[in-house]
């Protein structure tokens, strides 16, 4: 799969947005589906959403239905995570990886990128 890097976090005001966008080296980046996880202090690593190589199929966590969108760019090799209506406890390290395996736990998902930090203050 190459390699993916996370950016896009920073410090949002709750209700506010991001985008969080992961870049991947390679070329074989269309051919994954792909996904993005978040981990906060102290917590297991979480499946946000999920999207498949063609960009056609996407599949949320409850938490994050109807404030996250997940889209993809196979033309840009990146995928993105528009995040709307962010509350504190979206607070985490957000994570990008290539779905190896099937299924939405962490070890269905390789090649993770370093992540990125969203904060969300009250």
């Known amino acids: 799969q190459g390699q993916l890097v996370e950016s896009g976090g920073g410090l949002v005001q709750a209700g506010g947005s991001l985008r969080l966008s992961c870049a991947a080296s390679?070329?074989?980046?269309?051919?994954?589906?792909m996904g993005w996880f978040r981990q906060a202090p102290g917590k297991e690593r979480e499946f946000v959403a999920r999207?498949?190589?063609?960009?056609?199929?996407?599949y949320y966590a409850d938490f994050v239905k109807g404030r996250f969108t997940i889209s993809r760019d196979n033309a840009k090799n990146t995928m993105y995570l528009q995040m709307n209506s962010l509350k504190p406890e979206d607070t985490a390290v957000y994570y990008c990886?290539?779905?190896?395996?099937?299924?939405?736990?962490?070890?269905?998902?390789?090649?993770w990128g370093q992540g990125t930090q969203v904060t969300v203050s009250s």
């Open positions: 990886a290539a779905q190896i395996r099937s299924g939405t736990d962490h070890n269905s998902f390789g090649s």
């Open positions: 390679g070329r074989t980046f269309s051919t994954y589906a």
């Open positions: 999207i498949n190589w063609r960009g056609s199929s996407t």
